[in-house]
């Protein structure tokens, strides 16, 4: 369900779209959820519960909309940091994963 009608993305050609937005409670670190848009341009992903030691950053990719993720999807990641030595390395999360409030603007359906 649509959160908010968008008149004029900036930058864009799309002159009409849609918001949607909800909370997520992952069950893996890299997941593909449908936004209900046909067409997702912009996306934008926080942490909304405590983040733990083992996942503690969260990013998200549109893609190219064809493939990887499909049309009307999104793919969010939650990541960890780690020491190696002296290095503070990223690598996927690990369980328990915080819930993840996400936003996606596109062409509705």
Not at 35 to 62: D, E, F, Q, R, Y
Not at 65 to 88: F, M, N, T
């Amino acid at each position: 369900m649509p959160v908010a009608a968008c008149e004029r993305i900036e930058g864009s050609d799309v002159k009409r779209g849609a918001m949607f937005s909800r909370t997520f409670q992952p069950v893996a670190a890299i997941s593909v959820v449908e936004t209900g848009l046909g067409v997702v341009l912009t996306a934008v992903t926080s942490i909304v519960s405590a983040p733990a030691a083992g996942a503690c950053i969260v990013s998200v990719s549109v893609g190219n909309q064809s493939g990887d993720p499909p049309a009307g999807c999104i793919k969010i990641s939650i990541w960890r940091l780690y020491q190696h030595g002296y290095e503070v390395l990223i690598g996927e999360a690990l369980p328990p994963f915080p819930k993840i409030d996400w936003i996606a603007i596109g062409d509705s359906k």
